[in-house]
């Protein structure tokens, strides 16, 4: 067996019906091992055998049940306009002639024989201009034996439009009493729905907006550097790994790389949700669609562009937004089966009033209005509108939500187990203090200068920072790996490194010195010496910050009942350090990745577990755990186990993914209610249940705008997920 994951995108699916029933025959299919539709994002998955199936097969098979398959997205987007466009364009002739036939119908502008005669040219129109793609659509399910809310429209209206036409010309085959036209309320449904299909189509494109934004970020040429220092225009898809892009200010970052020379000012905010510009220096990562504000910078590009954070962005997007949470499978069921309900009911309907009560005219616009009223577009619609508008609300504040399943699982999160360094803390090393007379921080910078290594970085900051500047000149330098840096300046030898370093040089420590030395390996920080013609000076102790919101995040989490533990593989002392200033009670310290790993599964069998990590002996964790958080930051492969990626690496965001689900949730329960309650309280009205106790009965014009107002409150309610606060 050879599988093949495939992602297609699909246009022509009118509801959620038309991808239920793209599904339910591909699947069908020998060799098809699994096939997924997702009608808001017109994005189908599919997992074939090569050996028995192909992927032209499957595009054939899926245009053979009336659905295009489209692969470049500027042909997708292109299709989508023309689909959208066409839409609107039917909505507004159709609801141009249905108030004109309102005109006729209601005043004495026009002899009603003529009238008659105008108002069936104008319907006609409506219905089978209009109102073609009811019939097509129809026709299709009926064929594949998948009956959806196209059929309810076509019957429906159908039933209204040929009472009408037979009553305008051959009105001797009813009794006088019984000839009525319909065809106001068969033209106002056609609207109606047309009008609830154009909302719906513009819903669908506001709240994909953010990945289509995603898509287009991407810089059509990159200006690339060739080796004789000159500059050539290439398609940024042409780039390889190790080529050199020269970067103006105003111009895009064409691919992930590292700068070599320059620096500036890089607006991220559509990939990490940064607010402000970050300034980059030489052997920063930069990343492609970012923003250079100002300054020229060369970069040295480090991925493919299939490779690239964006393009690894816009596929989890993609992905995230064609799959569905335990809930609207139910929905999705419920839909499938409701339409061949329908039907019987508004059969029985008729049957009840024509025969039992002996009211044919009550019978038909019963009949008619049930079928109407019950088209199962908001049922639909209910949890697929909400999912995209959540995974593009995430996107946009820096949250990549790969999995939606977890938006369940969230209110049920009891622990949320933190990795130490790079998650809450830096991951950065800086000096915290240090017992070094201030007027030898001159020399040091001079010399720390000359070292790449973070602990000298460390050092050079921490002086900088002072705005102490330094103009010694550094005639003999040795950096001595896994110990430190000797020089000589101005005759005098100066040692800065680790006590194996000042042991070897016989240099010992000053007993003005000792204790600070002694006390800071103590709080298990690291401490660098320095000497000076074999005697100390001093020393500066290194330290891993905490992040700014790491207390915040702690904190929050608490409110929320959710228990903070640290799980860490460095010594306890150190854990214990951290856990205490960020107020967290349960610490696993000395913790080897497959001891992480039996922890977590040891918290699951009390409660649901939330893992946050980053590094690559993270990844078993976050994969075991419940929900498993990364940060961007982190390494690739905990990044792929992760069912949240926080592109912006802030810890509260991970506060925002908690509020961003319960929300979600809220709204699509919100949204089943609504296409419930539009179900269950309308078709007892349309059927003339009421009739007799408060003489109230649907006509299947009020039907038809009922059924529109379902599916536009369920639209409505899911894009308010786009403007809430988190």
Not at 429 to 442: A, E, G, M, N, P
Request: charged share 20%; hydrophobic share 45%.
């Amino acid at each position: 067996m050879a599988i093949e994951k495939i992602n297609l995108s699909i246009s022509g699916m009118s509801c959620v019906n038309c991808s239920n029933g793209i599904e339910k025959n591909i699947n069908k299919i020998d060799g098809v091992l699994k096939a997924k539709v997702n009608f808001a994002s017109n994005e189908g998955v599919f997992e074939i055998d090569t050996k028995l199936y192909s992927k032209k097969q499957l595009s054939q098979d899926i245009q053979k049940l009336g659905y295009k398959v489209i692969e470049d997205f500027s042909n997708v987007q292109k299709e989508q306009l023309l689909s959208f466009k066409k839409l609107r364009n039917m909505f507004i002739v159709s609801i141009s002639i249905t108030l004109l036939i309102f005109v006729l119908a209601f005043s004495n502008l026009i002899q009603d024989e003529i009238s008659k005669y105008i108002m069936f040219f104008l319907a006609s129109i409506v219905q089978f201009y209009c109102g073609a793609s009811f019939y097509k659509l129809s026709y299709k399910s009926i064929k594949n034996k998948n009956y959806d809310m196209n059929v309810l429209v076509a019957l429906g209206t159908s039933a209204a439009y040929f009472y009408s036409t037979f009553v305008v010309f051959f009105p001797f085959l009813f009794p006088e009493h019984l000839r009525f036209m319909y065809f106001d309320g068969a033209v106002v449904i056609i609207s109606f729905v047309l009008l609830g299909r154009y909302l719906e189509e513009n819903s669908k494109q506001k709240a994909s907006g953010f990945l289509k934004k995603l898509m287009t970020l991407a810089p059509t040429y990159a200006n690339l550097l060739l080796e004789n220092n000159e500059i050539k225009s290439v398609l940024t898809s042409t780039l390889k790994i190790s080529d050199k892009v020269i970067i103006k200010a105003g111009e895009k970052i064409p691919s992930d790389g590292i700068i070599l020379k320059g620096n500036a000012d890089i607006d991220a905010s559509m990939i990490t949700g940064e607010s402000l510009p970050v300034f980059k220096d030489v052997s920063d990562e930069v990343l492609l669609g970012t923003l250079n504000t100002n300054g020229v910078i060369t970069v040295k590009v480090t991925k493919e562009s299939e490779d690239t954070t964006l393009s690894k962005i816009i596929e989890l997007l993609k992905s995230a937004q064609g799959k569905q949470i335990p809930i609207s499978r139910f929905a999705d069921k419920i839909a499938n089966i409701f339409v061949p309900s329908v039907i019987i009911i508004s059969i029985v309907t008729f049957i009840v009033w024509a025969f039992f009560v002996g009211d044919i005219q009550a019978a038909i616009i019963a009949s008619i209005s049930v079928l109407i009223i019950s088209c199962p577009c908001a049922l639909g619609l209910a949890t697929p509108i909400a999912i995209v508008s959540s995974v593009s609300r995430g996107a946009s504040e820096g949250i990549l939500i790969k999995n939606p399943e977890i938006l369940e699982q969230i209110k049920d999160i009891k622990y949320a187990v933190f990795d130490k360094t790079g998650t809450l803390t830096k991951g950065e090393i800086t000096v915290s203090k240090t017992d070094i007379s201030s007027s030898y921080f001159s020399l040091i910078l001079a010399i720390e200068r000359y070292s790449e290594h973070p602990i000298s970085k460390a050092i050079v900051n921490f002086i900088e920072e002072k705005e102490i500047t330094s103009n010694y000149e550094i005639k003999d330098i040795e950096i001595i790996a896994g110990k430190g840096i000797k020089a000589i300046v101005d005759n005098d030898e100066i040692l800065l490194g680790n006590q194996k370093l000042l042991d070897e040089h016989k240099v010992e420590i000053d007993s003005l010195h000792k204790s600070f030395f002694s006390s800071e390996l103590e709080n298990s920080n690291g401490v660098i010496l320095v000497a000076i013609n074999k005697k100390s000076i001093g020393s500066f102790s290194l330290e891993d910050t905490i992040k700014d919101d790491a207390k915040s995040v702690i904190k929050a989490l608490k409110e929320l009942n959710i228990e903070a533990i640290l799980l860490t593989g460095d010594n306890k002392i150190t854990a214990s350090k951290i856990a205490k200033e960020l107020n967290i009670n349960r610490v696993y310290s000395q913790t080897l990745p497959s001891e992480k790993y039996e922890i977590i599964k040891e918290l699951q069998k009390e409660h649901k577990v939330m893992f946050i990590g980053d590094g690559i002996n993270d990844a078993p964790s976050i994969k075991q755990a419940n929900i498993g958080i990364t940060l961007n930051s982190g390494a690739d492969i905990s990044k792929d186990a992760g069912d949240i990626i926080l592109v912006n690496n802030k810890l509260q965001s991970i506060i925002k993914s908690i509020n961003l689900s319960i929300e979600t949730m809220k709204v699509v329960k919100q949204n089943l209610f609504w296409a419930f309650i539009y179900n269950a309280l309308g078709i007892p009205i349309a059927a003339g249940v009421f009739y007799a106790f408060f003489n109230l009965m649907l006509t299947p014009m009020y039907a038809g705008i009922a059924m529109s107002f379902s599916s536009l409150t369920v639209v409505l309610n899911s894009l308010r997920l786009k403007m809430k606060k988190l």
